[in-house]
């Protein structure tokens, strides 16, 4: 999704940034309909990031459609609306400060650390070690989240 955003933001490219939220949208999609655990993740980073009004692109609406035909097409899981509240309040932290702390402080690990948003990253782990995921789970998200950063490195790397 980064990649698109960035090619919706920076290059003003809305057919290419729609076809990569569409092919986002089926593979949060699918591993919503196939991990539990994926659909907690998945669906609190849809809902934190409307709450915060980052969904702001035409893109945006198409993935999240396409997100949400396939979970009604496919079975949305029965979800803890507990677990679900940390992951979305985790999401609206990294989020408000991602966007917010550097206007703050110049702390470096503070920047840092919303930078790479790692409050989700400690509440999956967490979620891990008290067994409601897997750690395979918490893996899986660290991967997720490398993929996001490579898709910054790879936008600048290649249309700047």
């Known amino acids: 999704m980064k990649y698109s955003d960035d ?12 076809i990569l939220g569409i092919m986002c949208g089926i593979a949060s999609g699918l591993a919503s309909i196939y991990s539990v655990e994926a659909a907690y993740i998945f669906i609190s980073i849809l809902i934190g990031n409307f709450l915060v009004l980052k969904v ?6 198409i993935s999240l ?14 979800l803890s609306m507990v677990v679900l509240l940390i992951c979305i309040l985790a999401i ?14 110049q702390d470096r690990f503070l920047n ?11 509440a999956v782990f967490l ?24 898709g910054g490195i790879i936008f600048e790397r290649f249309n700047l």
């Open 7 to 18: 090619l919706f933001d920076v290059n003003n490219d809305l057919t290419i940034a729609s």
């Open 56 to 61: 702001d692109g035409i893109h945006h609406i």
């Open 65 to 78: 459609i396409t997100f949400a035909v396939i979970l009604l097409i496919g079975g949305i899981p029965d």
């Open 92 to 105: 609206v932290s990294d989020e408000v400060g991602h966007e917010l702390i550097s206007k703050f402080t």
């Open 112 to 122: 840092l650390f919303f930078e790479y948003r790692f409050v989700m990253k400690i």
């Open 127 to 150: 979620l891990a070690v008290c067994g409601v995921f897997d750690i395979w789970t918490f893996v899986c998200f660290l991967m997720f989240e490398i993929a996001y950063v490579f």
